[in-house]
């Protein structure tokens, strides 16, 4: 494989951190597959300064999907066999190279008191965890509803006008879940914990927009009536 000079600095670049960004299909895999050799190899050899030498179990390789990894995984194993590197080869077996979460579990498998968890401990599957949230929403609007809480009562009452408007066709509480789990993707993807969205709710700063756009929402609910009115006459 030929590369561009832009991948042989990414490639042979050592001693900082390095950012490379790229589109799909530009090559990116396979730039890390050599740079992932050449430290191998270095090291075998004796030719990489002492500080930058690593065997392949010293190795944490990150992607994003299970496909990237195999991908990963076959070529640095092609690449090895195909220099004789047989021990290098079986320390590939060992190594760090996985998608995120994969490393992650591993990691708290192999640390589980450290890390406080259960060493018997499973990893949810979307449809799991899609279950298992709707049955705690449920549960936290059934409370809701007994004690009385006015603002999670006038959410409902927002996801109904939303359907009755033919914004979505979801029933009410169904959009309502969707809606919150969202939410709280894009909050854990941010990084913010639910204290400090708990301390942003408590300075009422939220408040300002919601207060200027009310009198706007109050004619949009007024003119999606008399809209919804007319279609159905």
């Known amino acids: 494989m030929e590369f561009t000079a832009d991948q042989i600095k990414a490639i042979n670049t050592r ?25 191998v190899i270095g090291t075998h050899e004796g030719t990489l ?9 010293r190795i944490l390789a ?10 990963l995984k076959s070529r640095i194993v092609e690449a090895l066999t195909l220099r004789g590197l047989t ?18 579990s591993r990691l708290l498998k192999e640390n589980p008191f450290e890390a406080g968890v259960d060493p ?12 298992i949230f709707r049955l705690a929403f449920d549960a936290t609007m059934a409370a809701a509803y007994e004690s009385g809480d006015n603002e999670i009562m006038e959410l409902a009452a927002t996801a109904q006008k939303a359907r009755q408007h033919g914004v979505s066709p979801l029933e009410p509480l169904a ?6 789990r969202k939410m709280m993707e894009e909050l854990r993807g941010a990084g913010i914990a ?3 969205a708990r301390e942003h709710l408590a300075t009422g700063a ?8 009310q009198p706007l929402a109050g004619l949009l609910n007024e003119a999606m009536a008399e809209l919804t009115a007319v279609r159905d006459e």
């Open 15 to 39: 001693g900082r951190n390095l950012c490379v960004a790229a589109g799909a299909g530009s090559g990116k895999t396979g730039v890390l597959v050599e740079r992932f050799l050449q430290i």
């Open 87 to 104: 021990e290098q080869r079986r320390d590939l077996e060992s190594a760090y190279v996985s998608t995120i979460h994969s490393f992650c």
């Open 120 to 131: 018997e401990f499973s990893i949810l599957d979307d449809r799991d965890s899609a279950q």
């Open 49 to 57: 300064p002492p500080a930058e030498q690593a065997t392949p179990s």
């Open 175 to 180: 959009l309502l879940s969707q809606i919150i």
């Open 206 to 213: 939220h408040t300002a927009d919601w207060r200027a756009s």
């Open 62 to 71: 990150i992607t994003f999907t299970d496909k990237a990894t195999r991908e």
């Open 194 to 196: 639910c204290e400090e």
